[in-house]
């Protein structure tokens, strides 16, 4: 069974710093990698997805994440966060044949403090 | 609004009573879900179902029944609550292998 690791339960950070979350994952063989980020009493919406192709993947708010197949990793960053990035978030995987069955980490709650 | 809406919202209610949570998507999307996430927020998988029929059923207790009336709809229904299911349950819906959709919540609160 595949596992999902983010070392980090919590990460605090000033406003316009540069921040990473950790994400490791289990598995030898090809992998989906997601991140997916949940603002308080929301749902989960999906940051960045990594399927094939390029492995630098970037989102619309200037996050981006890089599979690395040799480390086994898929950490998020952003090299200047802001207040409105204050959220919890999962990394996840799945396998490419059974791709709706994902396997999520335990999540990183980022704090973005003034 | 396209999106995938839950309810209620929030539900509080006595140990040994029966309840269900009702999901929606009006996405077309084929599959649809239902996750338990727990007061450390660890996200886990209950069910899935595709175009109405069962695909992944996780250790849960069956005491947990999904239902699946057509495509856009998944309910979960929970006979005898416990203690323990106080949780947050999320449903999700995609379409086929492309990444899910997730609905706000259902906070679940047994006294």
Known sequence: ?114 | DTAVSQTPKYLVTQMGNDKSIKCEQNLGHDTMYWYKQDSKKFLKIMFSYNNKELIINETVPNRFSPKSPDKAHLNLHINSLELGDSAVYFCASSHSNQPQHFGDGTRLSIL
């Open chain 1, 1 to 114: 069974a595949q596992s999902v690791t983010q070392l980090d339960s919590q990460v605090p950070v000033f406003e316009e710093a540069p921040v990473e979350l950790r994400c490791n994952y289990s598995s030898s063989v090809s992998v989906y990698l997601f991140w997916y980020v949940q603002y308080p009493n929301q749902g989960l919406q999906l940051l960045l997805k990594y399927l094939s192709g390029s492995t630098l993947v970037e989102s619309i708010n200037g996050f981006e994440a890089e599979f690395n197949k040799s480390q086994t990793s898929f950490h998020l960053r952003k090299p200047s966060v802001h207040i409105s990035d204050t959220a919890e978030y999962f990394c996840a995987v799945s396998d490419p044949g059974s791709a709706r069955q994902l396997t999520f980490g335990s999540g990183t709650q980022l704090t973005v403090l003034p």
